[in-house]
């Protein structure tokens, strides 16, 4: 039988300084990137009054908040990215850890969280659950 759900996606900028370490070229200098995260979450069941799988204000909160910790810093000096590479994928993976705890009082699972440097190139996490 098919399975039906929704997939719902919130975006959100930030701005943040970077340089990647081990890195040859240009990307090794800092340098800044405007960023967009992108949130998608899915849940196949409806809230009886307002007939919402989640309120994407609640999930833009949720990102925007998360977010804020990274918005115009430099991340070369922002844990975890004091230790760990600032490269698209690592930022993706960090919000990830970030924002799955906090969705569990919704009837919703995370999907992925990506981020772009710019809209050309998109780094996706996701953890698929066994
Ligand atoms: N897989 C990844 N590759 C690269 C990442 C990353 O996070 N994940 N990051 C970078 C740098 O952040 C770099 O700033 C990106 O470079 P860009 O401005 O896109 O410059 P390019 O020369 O690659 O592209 P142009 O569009 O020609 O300016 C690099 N790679
Ligand atoms: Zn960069």
Redesign the pocket.
């Given at each position: 039988m098919a399975r039906s759900f929704w997939q719902l996606t919130v975006r959100e900028g930030f701005s943040s300084a970077?340089a990647?370490r081990n890195?040859q070229?240009?990307?090794e200098n800092m340098?800044g990137?405007n960023y967009l995260a992108e949130l998608v979450v899915e849940g196949d069941t409806l809230t009886e009054d307002t007939e919402l799988v989640a309120d994407f204000t609640v999930l833009k909160k949720i990102l925007r908040e998360e977010l804020q910790k990274l918005d115009h810093c430099v991340l070369n000096e922002t844990p975890p990215f004091d230790k760990i590479?600032?490269?698209?994928?690592?930022?993706a993976r960090y919000l990830w850890k970030c924002i799955e705890p906090r969705l569990k009082e919704f009837p919703v699972r995370l999907y992925s969280v990506s981020?772009s440097?710019?809209s050309?190139?998109t780094?996706t996490y996701r953890e698929i659950k066994d």
């Open positions: 970077h990647l890195y070229g240009k990307c340098h990137h590479n600032p490269s698209s994928e690592n930022i981020i440097e710019k050309a190139q780094a």
